[in-house]
């Protein structure tokens, strides 16, 4: 079994930042890529960002410049520093995991950008 536990969400104003967490354990011995997804209400889940095993990102336009991704293989955890946060980045945010059994979401946290 695979848990996945996010932290890091809340409230910010415009223009501030936010550091989501999101540190896996279980049957884990290899985590291929991990990434973060977002889903606004009325609105389709989207990706933010990805990371492979490697070093190799991947950004939706709207993190592009913004956001970074990163992991710690050591602590199997990945990161998104989000920065100069706009009102439209609010949603709930939601890791994912791909290993060799499947994919594993986190059960997601709020950000909430607002003044």
């Known amino acids: 079994q695979v848990q996945l536990v996010e932290s890091g969400g809340g409230l910010v104003q415009p223009g501030g930042s936010l550091r989501l967490s999101c540190a896996a354990s279980?049957?884990?011995?290899?985590?291929?890529?991990m990434g973060w997804y977002r889903q606004a209400p009325g609105r389709q889940r989207e990706l933010v960002a990805r990371?492979?095993?490697?070093?190799?990102?991947e950004y939706g336009d709207s993190a592009k410049g913004r956001f970074t991704i990163s992991r710690d293989n050591a602590k199997n955890t990945v990161y998104l520093q989000m920065n100069s946060l706009k009102p439209e980045d609010t949603a709930v945010y939601y890791c994912?995991?791909?290993?060799?059994?499947?994919?594993?979401w986190g059960q997601g946290t709020q950000v909430t950008v607002s003044s």
């Open positions: 994912r995991i791909q290993i060799i059994t499947g994919s594993y």
């Open positions: 990371i492979s095993s490697g070093t190799s990102t």
């Open positions: 279980g049957s884990i011995f290899s985590i291929y890529a």
